[in-house]
């Protein structure tokens, strides 16, 4: 069965810190993809990073990296210089080919930047 | 390019009626995505329509239904509403993109049944 887990139901972090949300994620499809979502309190999905399982180097955005472990299947966020604007709960999601369009979220992990 | 749409943003309704929600997905975008989120149970996949046929449903009762049109424009309906169906419902347009796979999300209908 697919299944994504984040551990971590909620976080803080030092301004200008970089934090790292843990994302582990189940498949025994060889073809996938993995995302991270944020979502501010407004309610609406922020697509952050993508990283495909045959992606050979980690996926970068701006202040975002994945760090993709593949053999753990790990995809943990890590977000570097915090701004109080990244407050927001965040979700890591998996897409299998066999799925069609079918993405798969995890639990999601609330952030709290702290001034 | 321009994002997901969803219409209404809010809406209140009464137990017992029906509702009807509307998504535009992203220019070029075929698929498009429903997915249910409350505090309790996340976010839940609803179901997923491509080229106005549906090609993936998630576990929810047949009260729950959706249709894709040519334009690629989707409609969700609840009907028989109940008190449980009050969440945030998101739209999620997906396709290709210079070889990569992406999926963008509308800002949600926040559906209260009262």
């Known amino acids: 069965a697919q299944k994504i887990t984040q551990t971590q139901p909620g976080m803080f972090v030092q301004e200008k810190e970089a934090v790292t949300l843990d994302c582990t994620y189940d498949t025994s499809d060889p073809s996938y993809g993995l995302f991270w979502y944020k979502q501010p309190s407004s309610g609406e999905m922020i697509f952050l990073i993508y990283q495909g399982s045959y992606d050979q180097q980690n996926a970068t955005e701006g202040r975002y990296s994945l760090n993709f472990q593949k053999a753990r299947k790990s995809a943990n966020l890590v977000i570097s210089a915090s701004q109080l604007g990244d407050s927001a709960m965040y979700f890591c999601?998996?897409?299998?080919?066999?799925?069609?369009?079918?993405?798969?979220f995890g639990p999601g992990t609330s952030l709290s930047v702290i001034p | 390019k321009a994002g997901v749409t969803q219409t209404p943003r809010y809406l209140i309704k009464t137990r017992g009626q029906q509702v009807t929600l509307s998504c535009s997905p992203i220019?070029?975008?075929?698929?498009v995505s429903w997915y249910q989120q409350t505090p309790g149970q996340g976010l839940q996949f609803l179901f997923e329509y491509f080229s106005e046929t549906q090609r993936n449903k998630g576990n929810f009762p047949g009260r729950f239904s959706g249709r894709q049109f040519s334009n690629s424009r989707s409609e969700m309906n609840v009907s028989t509403l109940e008190l449980g169906d009050s969440a945030l419902y998101l739209c999620?347009?997906?396709?290709?993109?210079?070889?990569?796979?992406?999926?963008?999300f509308g800002p949600g209908t926040r559906l209260t049944v009262t």
């Open positions: 999620a347009s997906s396709g290709w993109d210079r070889g990569s796979w992406e999926q963008y």
């Open positions: 999601a998996m897409r299998v080919k066999t799925s069609y369009d079918k993405v798969i």
């Open positions: 220019s070029g975008h075929r698929s």
